[in-house]
């Protein structure tokens, strides 16, 4: 079996957390970087920081070049189970939110002004006869 076709739970992800042994999850792909700390231009550090969680949101935020994109192929080790991820870690893609403009939303306003205008239509000539 291809390594990358396997499949790894979190918690057998999460073990993986320190300088000497660290795994990623990101975008649903496990990364090995153990060998790669030392060169990772952000650091070491921050590498070791985004274990234990879904990365994804984290490495996205850096704004990754096309070519570390391309790097990080080579420590694919495999995949993320995806309902093994604690939900309050899953990375969900977002879009801004945009109000949609209902015909049927209802305020009362819609009937009382309608019916102020039909009050004064009919009342009108009488007022008029009045003065
Ligand atoms: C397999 C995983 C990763 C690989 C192969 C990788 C690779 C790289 C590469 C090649 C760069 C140089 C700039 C570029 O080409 O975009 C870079 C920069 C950077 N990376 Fe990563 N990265 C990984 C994960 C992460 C994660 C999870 C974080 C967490 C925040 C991170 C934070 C940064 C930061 C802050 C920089 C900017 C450094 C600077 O410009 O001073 N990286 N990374």
Redesign the pocket.
Known sequence: MDSNSKIYTFNEVAKHNHEKDCW?I?SGYV?D?TS?LPD????SE??V??VEKD?TF??K?????????E??K???IGKIDPLTLPTEQKYVETTPYKPTPSLLSFSPLHVLIPLLLLVLAFAFPYLKIKA
């Open positions: 990623l990101i990364y970087v790669y990772h231009p952000g650091g921050l590498l920081l985004t990365a984290d490495f935020s850096v704004g990754h070049s096309e070519t570390a994109r790097m990080m080579k420590y694919q």
